[in-house]
């Protein structure tokens, strides 16, 4: 059974910084898409960041435009996934999720698996 586990989110105030680890078990992605979305109160998921893995090493990373410059997306092996986020607003609170598709872009519905979420939550 494929599991995807995130972890780090938290409360941090303006202009401060965080970092998400997304971790998956049950098989392994390596020729996969990972990804972030977040979705805030009352609105839909949004892309935030995919990045592919080859060659031990992260080989592209794709953003939305909110996040550019202030986002990061990593990936240390083939199962896990990273988003350093500096610079926070309040405007990024939502809770963020890690997914894995096999081509997935910057839609959801191209991702096939997903975790539980972890909150993000940034104070003026």
């Known amino acids: 059974q494929v599991q995807l586990v995130e972890s780090g989110g938290g409360s941090v105030q303006a202009g401060g910084s965080l970092r998400l680890s997304c971790a998956t078990s049950?098989?392994?992605?390596?020729?996969?898409?990972m990804a972030w979305f977040r979705q805030a109160p009352g609105k839909e998921r949004e892309f935030v960041a995919a990045?592919?893995?080859?060659?031990?090493?992260?080989?592209?990373g794709e953003y939305t435009d909110s996040v550019k410059g202030r986002f990061t997306i990593s990936r240390a092996d083939a199962n896990s996934v990273y988003l350093q986020m500096n610079s926070l607003k309040p405007e990024d609170t939502a809770v963020y999720y890690c997914?894995?598709?096999?081509?997935?872009?910057?839609?959801?519905?191209?991702?096939?698996?997903w975790g539980q979420g972890t909150q993000v939550t940034v104070s003026s």
């Open positions: 049950g098989r392994t992605f390596s020729t996969y898409t």
């Open positions: 997914a894995v598709g096999r081509n997935g872009r910057a839609s959801w519905y191209e991702y096939d698996y």
């Open positions: 990045a592919t893995w080859s060659g031990g090493r992260t080989y592209y």
